[in-house]
């Protein structure tokens, strides 16, 4: 079993926090099988409020699946207690907001797309479903008359000690 965590980077203007909400997020990945190399051609999403029961009754796990190459049963599961919020104090640097418990297959690539909120650092405003596909996301504070933003998004899968 090896454990995989996911650091973020970003530029944030006038940007508290991002993080995500709730047990229904979906971390969009494409994984590769640990024994054969064989990486996955299309997006697949991870959730804490989905589980698959392992083969042989060995507990569940948020994604279980049989390699298309090898035919090895691989899963994959996130850490709950690793899930945290990318803020202003880490910007421009790498910050982990995940982490993933695998066995036979780790992640390798990742994927915005939508869901996260943004903190205001000018105000108490939040902005839900912030939509991060395009790699930035721009967005007005009213109450604080400030322009907010998320630029310059990068991701990175480093190897977390047990």
Known sequence: MVK???EISAILENVAQI????DEFRWYVKLKCTSCG?????????SLDES???KGGRGSASMVQKCRMCGRENHIDIIKEHLSSYTAESDGTFSKIAGFECRGMEPVEFDFRSGWVVSSA???ATFN?????????????ESANQSVG???LKYRFVKMKK
């Open 19 to 22: 993080s995500t909400i709730g």
């Open 4 to 6: 995989i965590g996911l």
């Open 52 to 54: 698959t029961e392992t």
């Open 150 to 152: 998320v630029t310059e």
């Open 38 to 46: 064989e990486v996955s051609s299309a997006w697949q999403y991870l």
């Open 129 to 141: 479903d912030a939509d991060f596909s395009e790699n930035e996301w721009y967005e007005y504070d």
């Open 122 to 124: 000018c105000s108490k």
